[in-house]
């Protein structure tokens, strides 16, 4: 990877999308979580249409995956003519002046998104130690590279980062993986009920903050991390309907480039009790 990213954006995607080619060829059982993921949220699509769009988010996840070098490595000029940021306006309005909890969904440009981010705003975020120890070290390395951000095991307190936000660094939060029964309540993704962290709601009621999206877009030339407004009337009237309205956010997300969506973790393995497993 550190050979890698010496090359020229176009060839290194190129080399990206043909490592996610392989990993579609071999990897049978991840190719059958996506599957099933795309079977139940997309129920209409034919199975031609779904191995299509399995195939090209492997591409995706293949480039992201070889793109990591890019952050780890590449000069800070390089990262910021690669990862452009639009609506920035929106979290400069806050930065400082009030907790904001930037809701990054799990598309393959999130390293990006935090990196480029990271170059501009001191944040906090949580992260998940990897199996493989010399990888879950690089990652954490290289999402260190800039600024003073504040880095989080899901092992660790809540608290630190809460505390962080109050002082004014946005809470970088990915709230769209199943972590299992903990904190969790059952809401409709694509129609299918999943198991879908309450943190955006209690994190947002307990700080005041704002809740502000933050997109990555993979695009040919590089990415692009979106920027939104912040959310009117949030929190609303009550955990489940936040919850709620942040899967109907990220459906509406998703459907803009599906193939980018990481379609790769089994998103529903958590099940009501009784119910069978999915996968």
Not at 127 to 156: C, H, P, T, V
Request: aromatic letters at 12%; charged letters at 25%; one cysteine or more.
């Amino acid at each position: 990877m550190w050979l890698l990213h010496w090359l020229p954006l176009p060839v290194l995607a190129a080399l990206g999308r043909t490592f996610g080619r392989l990993l579609h060829a071999f990897g049978r059982e991840r190719r059958h979580i996506a599957l099933t993921n795309l079977s139940l949220c997309f129920p209409g699509m034919s199975e031609a249409q779904k191995s299509a769009l399995a195939r090209r988010h492997f591409e995706a996840f293949g480039r992201s995956f070889l793109e990591r070098g890019l952050l780890w490595w590449a000069s800070a000029a390089r990262i910021r003519r690669l990862v452009r940021m639009s609506g920035r306006e929106h979290l400069d309005a806050l930065y400082g002046k009030q907790p904001v909890i930037l809701l990054v969904p799990h598309f393959v440009g999130l390293d990006m998104a935090w990196t480029r981010m990271s170059m501009d705003y001191d944040m906090s975020g949580i992260y998940a130690n990897q199996k493989n120890l010399l990888f879950n070290s690089a990652l954490y390395k290289g999402r260190a590279r800039f600024g003073e951000s504040l880095m989080l095991s899901r092992q660790e307190s809540t608290r630190k980062g809460l505390k962080a936000m109050k002082a004014g660094m946005p809470f970088f939060y990915l709230p769209d993986m199943d972590f299992g029964e903990r904190d969790t309540i059952f809401v409709p993704f694509f129609g299918f009920p999943a198991a879908t962290i309450t943190g955006l709601s209690r994190l947002g009621r307990l700080a005041g903050a704002a809740v502000v999206p933050a997109i990555a877009h993979m695009k040919d030339d590089g990415y692009v991390v979106e920027i939104g407004a912040p959310w009117p009337d949030f929190p609303g009237e009550s955990i489940e309907a936040d919850t709620r309205r942040m899967n109907a956010f990220i459906e509406a997300e998703v459907l803009k480039m599906p193939e980018q969506y990481f379609w790769l973790h089994k998103r529903f393995k958590t099940r009501p009790p009784g119910e069978k497993g999915v996968y």
